[in-house]
T-cell receptor
Framework: GAGVSQSPSNKVTEKGKDVELRCDPI?????LYWYRQSLGQGLEFLIY????????KSGLPSDRFSAERTGGSVSTLTIQRTQQEDSAVYLC????????????FGAGTRLSVL | GEDVEQSLFLSVREGDSSVINCTYT??????LYWYKQEPGAGLQLLTY?????DMKQDQRLTVLLNKKDKHLSLRIADTQTGDSAIYFC???????????FGAGTQVVVTP
């Protein structure tokens, strides 16, 4: 597609449920990043993919968070047993060239845990 | 605390220049970026600067980099109401390209 696409755009869930967030990067972009933006905060790095592998998972806040990427394209971020503190906007970005690393962002998924 | 620091709020009159300031801590950062976020939208890259440059100009935008002081600024000339948004400064944090963002500066343009 023309840009980074994320779905759903909004997700409301109950505490304790699992959620899956999807990211479709720009075609041909090998690098993919997940960030979390909490209300009034900057962006917090979660995980980075180069192709299908994740060299850097250092930002995942707990073992309830996991992510995968298949076919070097679509990525899914899964949050198990959601907690209220997981409420945030989850942003995905992709990059063609790790040199300059110009990251193009999707519009994000707004997750609300009740 | 944040490795990248920005002031939280800036109010500017339409037609005036805006200057948004940022300080970073990693002297080895190779690239520094400015992103804009409008309500309900993702981040839009405005401009970036390589660390061996002091200044970069792109239409109404001017980026100044002071490596000695680890200080980055974004000047917007002739600020318009459409420039109202949150502006994020970011530094490239590692070889994988992870970006370290500031908390963002809310810019409000008044008529």
């Amino acid at each position: 597609g023309a840009g980074v696409s994320q779905s759903p755009s909004n997700k409301v869930t109950e505490k304790g449920k699992d959620v899956e967030l999807r990211c479709d990067p720009i075609s041909g972009h090998t690098a993919l990043y997940w960030y979390r933006q909490s209300l009034g905060q900057g962006l917090e790095f979660l995980i980075y993919f180069q192709g299908n592998s994740a060299p850097d998972k250092s930002g995942l806040p707990s073992d309830r968070f996991s992510a995968e990427r298949t076919g070097g394209s679509v990525s899914t971020l899964t949050i198990q047993r959601t907690q209220q503190e997981d409420s945030a906007v989850y942003l995905c970005a992709s990059s063609e060239d790790i040199g300059k690393n110009i990251q193009y962002f999707g519009a994000g998924t707004r997750l609300s845990v009740l | 605390g944040e490795d990248v620091e920005q002031s939280l709020f800036l109010s500017v009159r339409e037609g005036d220049s805006s200057v948004i300031n940022c300080t970073y801590t990693d002297s080895s950062s190779t690239y520094l970026y400015w992103y804009k976020q409008e309500p309900g939208a993702g981040l839009q890259l405005l401009t970036y600067i390589f660390s061996n440059m002091d200044m970069k100009q792109d239409q109404r935008l001017t980026v100044l980099l002071n490596k000695k002081d680890k200080h980055l600024s974004l000047r917007i000339a002739d600020t318009q109401t459409g420039d109202s948004a949150i502006y994020f400064c970011a530094e490239r944090a590692d070889s994988w390209g992870k970006l370290q963002f500031g908390a963002g500066t809310q810019v409000v343009v008044t008529p």
